[in-house]
């Protein structure tokens, strides 16, 4: 059974500060991987997708990385901020369908 | 606005009373699916279609049906709703699962 694992569960850091969420998965197989922010009440934002064939992909202060041998995605972000705070989800993109990490919650501390 | 649209956004109901959430995109996407949200499970895909009339089951599709009858909209239902569907439901619509995927904002369904 495909499974993809966020930890830790919940991280909390001091505005500034770089730092590195991880992400674990179970299919060598994978189309690509995906990170996604989730805000309280909103819906999910699209933030990075790696595909399969790429080792990472860079979008303002986050970088996102990919290595299929392992089975591990990792996301950075850096010079982190208050608005950073929101829960991160990975997920990993297989045939017709996503398989989804229970996130990693970050809170940035002014 | 590109957008993926949900309706509605809260809503409570009793057990066994059949109920509808709508989904539209307006993005021409071919690929749609359900996501259901649990605290400490992640999203989990109900049903997903590839393209008008094209539908199939994901990871937990017991107690929902689905229909693609427009490429627009894609109505997920509980024909007899039960108090272990309570949770937090998205859409979602994309050219793929291999390209970025846009996120209805959720409905969150309560089932007494």
């Known amino acids: 059974k495909q499974e993809v694992t966020q930890i830790p569960a919940a991280l909390s850091v001091p505005e500034g500060e770089n730092l590195v969420l991880n992400c674990s998965f179970t299919d060598s197989a994978i189309y690509n991987l995906q990170w996604f922010r989730q805000d309280p009440g909103k819906g999910l934002t699209s933030l990075l997708l790696?595909?399969?064939s790429q080792r990472e992909q860079t979008s303002g202060r986050l970088n996102a990385s990919l290595d299929k041998s392992s089975g591990r995605s990792t996301l950075y972000i850096a010079a982190s901020q208050p608005g950073d705070s929101a829960t991160y989800l990975c997920a990993q993109g297989s045939n017709y369908q996503l398989i989804w990490g229970a996130g990693t919650k970050l809170i940035i501390k002014p | 606005e590109a957008q993926v649209t949900q309706n509605p956004r809260y809503l409570i109901t009793v057990t066994g009373k059949k109920l509808t959430v709508t989904c539209s995109q307006n993005m021409n996407h071919e690929y749609m699916s359900w996501y259901r949200q649990d605290p400490g499970l992640g999203l989990r895909q109900i049903y997903y279609s590839m393209n008008v009339e094209v539908t199939d089951k994901g990871d937990v599709p017991e107690g929902y049906k689905v229909s693609r009858k427009e490429k627009r909209n894609f109505p997920l239902i509980l024909e007899s709703p039960s108090p272990n569907q309570t949770s937090l439901y998205f859409c979602?619509?994309?050219?793929?699962?291999?390209?970025?995927?846009?996120f209805g904002p959720g409905t969150r369904l309560t089932v007494l």
């Open positions: 790696i595909q399969s």
């Open positions: 979602a619509s994309s050219w793929g699962t291999a390209i970025q995927q846009f």
